[in-house]
């Protein structure tokens, strides 16, 4: 299952997607000059025995161009050498998908995991490389630390991204406090954004543990009335991707050509248990009736 804590380094792009724009050049990455940021399908699979879908998918409009680029969010919490196969296939296909050039943007939360995905992906072998894939990451080591509640305030959006990628760093309580300050002024708005969806977001990131605890205690002693649970918001983010599981069970039976009875449909989309949807996806692949995906093993 997907943890909140993974979900929130992506999803707070899309609660804010001029962040890019902001965060980007902090590490040294130069951002281009544009008119808007799209979030797109997340979905880029094909009927396949395996499930292909990237975290978070942008698309960047540059003034003067009628086309733009593409640009993929992963957050991943620990080296894992598969994902340089599933980064090289998203890559692709999105440019295969889009006609548009595609970029690849890696978000972690610790430096080891920071270093080891800046690394260049090389496909093919001794005598010839066919394919070269440089990521663009952010993460500890990479981003500055904000530990000045001025400018945390300033950008509430920076001020979050950088509390979540440094969660692991010993030095955690002197960036919350900086943030905190920030979050409970009405002044540090950012965008559409409310401080509100800003201290949830920091919640879920920081996962469970002291920092999370810090956290709901700052926000209580600042803010006696603020929410000590960010349930709903955790709830409602897994029910999104529940709901983009089960598209993909009903959709590859429907091209697979089977037929789908209304109970099964119902119980599809019914079910929020992730591990189950994905059991789902592998049966849809296989099965006869659609009824066969609800057979105990």
Known sequence: MVSSPHEALHRIFRMDPGLFARLLPRAGIGFPEHTAIEPLDTDLTEIRPLERRVDS??????????????????????????KHNSWTYYLAHMYAKYRLPPFLLVVCKDKATA???????RVGRAFHTSMVVFPLVLGPGILPVITEPDEAARDLGVAVFSALAYASDPGLTAILDALASGVVDDAGKSGDVDRVDWAEIVEIGLGEGPGRDYWRHLMATYTPNFPGSNSIV???????????????????????????????RERVTACADLDVLGTWIDRSLSVVRAEELFVEE
């Open 115 to 121: 270093a080891w995905a800046s690394e260049p992906i």
């Open 57 to 82: 998918v942008f698309r960047v409009r540059v003034p003067g161009e009628e086309s733009g680029f593409v640009l993929a969010v992963e957050s991943q919490g620990k080296p894992d050498p598969d």
């Open 234 to 264: 955790e709830e409602s983010w897994l029910e999104g991707k529940a709901e983009g599981k089960a598209e993909t069970v009903l959709r590859i039976l429907e091209v697979r050509g089977v037929e789908i009875p209304d109970f099964v």
